[in-house]
């Protein structure tokens, strides 16, 4: 089995094999876009007697965490035709990728899973959930006026003030993608309008993605950066009342408009969304925000498909110091000092959609209680979320 870089060559095989595994159809009119979208991603294959039996994509974007800028390899098109299945050709292709993303400097990956127990067996694991609250029309009440105005926007009349308030947003949160304007372009705008609340001074500080089709309202994207963004926003959905039946708003799991409207008892259904792995443990502890305690602590980390990262990890005011493990090598005896986990487990930390205290109940984290509560007062209080797609 050999796994081999794909190439322009390749392109219509790797389309073709995407089609058939996703059950969708590529226009003919669309392949040569497809081709130049291609370029951007990296693709990694196995071919059998000249078949293209298995591939995968990694797309180099970057991610927020901590309010800094990490670069991430997404996870996308894992595919084999059924022929081929069942002979270890995904689980080579991960591990690979894994090297591969190491060796172009990305700390993290993020995918969408179409079976989350299966990716989790490889370190993905998940870091976001989605809230979807339903409306239902004579729930629509408006909210106080807000000191300000909305107006719609949509692909042709953009704004870059508008990517700007979305910049800001995802500060306040871990794992939030950043947007470049090719982007904005190409994966957000489809059908859909955005409508911006600008306040007093005119200076945009909201918007929500939105669609109106078959009397339902569809909000992909509720971005408010402060409470009269979040009212204005509120009473331009209520102002559709004549038009829709219900509205139904994707929401972060710590959002609080609900809790602001006059009826905060609504229909809501909370599910995981996306997966996240830590690929470079050491890079991620060396860039990552502890909060300084003033004492040492160490992690005792295991990591099958990524074995750079397995080792002991000490985390002091003076940096990340780190023992790696020994080719080969086992310990006869558990370590009596510092928490052990696996690299899932370090993951929902990093991300910040588990508390160490909360593996630690479930029995995925493993020391003496004072270590657990060490390491819970070194995680800030930030919070994961993610909007996007690939």
Not at 28 to 37: G, T
Not at 208 to 217: A, E, G, N, Q
Not at 317 to 336: I, L, M, N, R, Y
Request: proline letters at 4%; aromatic letters at 12%; a negative charge.
């Amino acid at each position: 089995m050999e796994i081999k870089r794909l190439n322009e060559s390749d392109y219509v095989d790797s389309m073709k094999l995407s089609m058939y595994a996703f059950q969708y159809k590529i226009p003919d009119e669309d392949i040569e876009s497809r081709k130049k979208m291609l370029d951007k991603h990296r693709l990694l294959g196995i071919r059998e007697q000249n078949q293209l039996a298995a591939k995968l994509h990694i797309i180099p974007l970057t991610v927020v965490i901590g309010q800094e800028e990490w670069k991430m390899g997404g996870l996308a098109g894992v595919a084999t035709y059924p022929e081929y299945r069942r002979n270890g050709y995904v689980r080579e292709l991960v591990s690979a990728s894994l090297k591969d993303m190491k060796d172009h400097g990305e700390i993290v990956s993020l995918l969408h899973p179409f079976d989350i127990g299966f990716y989790r067996r490889y370190g993905w694991e998940i870091f976001v959930d989605h809230k979807k609250v339903v409306i239902t029309r004579d729930k629509l009440k408006m909210l106080p006026p807000s000191i300000g105005m909305v107006k719609r926007y949509n692909k042709n009349t953009h704004s870059s003030a508008i990517e700007e308030v979305y910049r800001k947003y995802s500060l306040g949160f871990n794992g939030m993608l950043v947007r470049d304007h090719d982007w904005w372009m190409n994966s957000i705008y489809h059908e859909e309008s955005i409508a911006v609340h600008s306040n007093e001074l005119g200076e945009m500080d909201g918007y929500i993605l939105y669609t109106v089709k078959d009397k339902v309202m569809d909000v992909q994207e509720f971005v408010a950066l402060n409470h009269m963004a979040r009212r204005g926003l509120w009473n331009f959905i209520c102002q559709h009342d004549s038009m829709v039946e219900k509205v139904q708003i994707l929401l972060s799991t710590h959002d609080i408009l609900p809790y602001c409207l006059h009826t905060p008892k609504l229909q809501a259904e909370v599910y995981p969304y996306f997966m996240a792995r830590l690929v470079d443990v050491e890079s991620c502890l060396n860039k990552f925000s502890f909060v300084n305690t003033g004492e040492n602590l160490f992690i005792h980390l295991e990591d099958q498909y990524a074995p750079w990262n397995n080792g002991t990890y000490m985390i002091s005011e003076d940096g990340v110091k780190v023992f790696k493990d020994k080719p080969g090598s086992a310990c006869a005896h558990p370590p009596q000092k510092g928490i052990s986990m696996d690299i899932n487990s370090l993951t929902a930390i990093i991300f910040g959609y588990k508390r160490p205290m909360e593996l630690y109940e479930i029995g995925r984290l493993t020391g003496n209680m004072k270590e657990i509560e060490h390491l819970e007062k070194m995680i800030p209080s930030s919070k994961s979320f993610f909007y996007d797609f690939f």
